[in-house]
């Protein structure tokens, strides 16, 4: 079981190391394609290499569990990045940013309303208060470009809890029995069925003479082969093993990726705040994670005075 544990921990620390790094991939494509065009293109050719990688049809049993997979992928796939990135023509980068990281937030709530699988610990809380002040530290990075844009930051706002019904549909997909690649690859359908429509709404274009720049597809290979087949398999993975909640606060990392990659790539510069920010979001991820339950500490520290208290006065 521990074994497990650590494969799910690794699983949830692999997909954020590559969802870290896909902004900048698809910064790069933005200068060629618009946002559905990648977000098509991503996801079909995700769908090709799971259906080479495990060609085995899934056989599913119950028509709520073909409901189950539908909503997930239109949840997870469709609606998320959809919303996501009409929110950034909207307002900043950087609100969305501090926005995504809600999360686990969402997830928690949602988990316990719906699953009744996990408590409500005072370490998540805790933990999110002390990863969104450093998630706001990296993003703003000591600027005074904060602005509230209201349609942009209410869509970004949908998009995370959309992100959050998926991390439940996801929980109750896995109890389910079925191979993870194979319900990869049942979600992946359903997004790329529902997107359809929205190809003709946002005006889509094929023009695949496009890929014939190395850098293109380069990157939109990465953002299919890792960000969108691999990364989906081993985030279902890690919330089969963890659960939604546990796998959720993985996320608080991914402003730290994106931060190291374009230092690394776009040869941009960390500062104090950066700094700071980085090991805030760190301490509330391990405090999320904890096991300690603060709650029951406090407790039994209370009744400890008590006691105390008693002994005294009888000895009085």
């Known amino acids: 079981?521990?074994?497990?544990?650590?494969?799910?921990?690794?699983?949830?620390l692999i997909t954020i190391l590559i969802w870290g790094t896909t902004f900048i991939a698809t910064k790069i494509l933005l200068n060629n394609f618009s946002p559905i065009d990648i977000l098509f293109f991503r996801f079909v050719i995700?769908?090709?290499?799971?259906?080479?990688?495990?060609?085995?049809?899934?056989?599913?049993t119950n028509k709520k569990h073909e409901l189950t997979f539908a909503c997930a992928g239109l949840c997870g796939v469709t609606l998320y990045y959809l919303l996501e990135n009409i929110a950034l023509t909207f307002t900043m980068a950087s609100n969305v940013g501090i926005i995504s990281s809600v999360v686990p937030f969402f997830t928690v709530i949602l988990t316990y309303l719906f699953l009744k699988e996990e408590p409500l610990r005072i370490n998540f809380f805790i933990g999110f208060v002390i990863a969104i002040t450093g998630i706001f530290l990296i993003s703003f990075n000591g600027t005074s470009n904060f602005h509230l844009n209201p349609?942009?930051?209410l869509l970004a706002i949908l998009a995370t809890l959309i992100w959050a019904i998926y991390a439940v549909l996801t929980r109750k997909i896995s109890n389910y029995g079925y191979h993870t690649i194979q319900t990869t690859k049942r979600v992946f359908f359903y997004g790329i069925l529902f997107m359809l429509p929205a190809l003709f709404l946002f005006d889509f274009q094929l023009k695949l003479e496009r890929f014939a720049n190395p850098v293109s597809l380069f990157n939109i290979l990465f953002l299919g082969l890792g960000a969108s087949a691999l990364c989906f398999i081993t985030w279902n993975y890690a919330v089969k093993v963890l659960g939604a909640v546990k796998t959720s606060v993985y996320i608080y990392v991914v402003p730290i990726v994106t931060l190291f990659t374009s230092i690394i790539v776009l040869h941009e510069q960390i500062t104090?705040?950066?700094?700071?920010?980085?090991?805030?979001?760190?301490?509330?991820?391990?405090?999320?994670?904890?096991?300690?339950?603060?709650?029951?500490?406090?407790?039994?520290?209370?009744?400890?005075?008590?006691?105390?208290?008693?002994?005294?006065k009888n000895d009085l």
């Open 272 to 312: 104090y705040l950066t700094a700071s920010g980085t090991i805030l979001t760190l301490a509330g991820l391990f405090i999320s994670e904890s096991k300690i339950n603060l709650k029951k500490k406090g407790e039994l520290a209370n009744e400890y005075t008590q006691k105390i208290a008693s002994c005294t």
């Open 46 to 60: 995700g769908f090709i290499v799971l259906i080479v990688v495990y060609p085995y049809r899934l056989k599913v």
């Open 151 to 153: 349609l942009g930051d």
């Open 1 to 12: 079981m521990k074994n497990k544990n650590t494969a799910g921990h690794l699983s949830a």
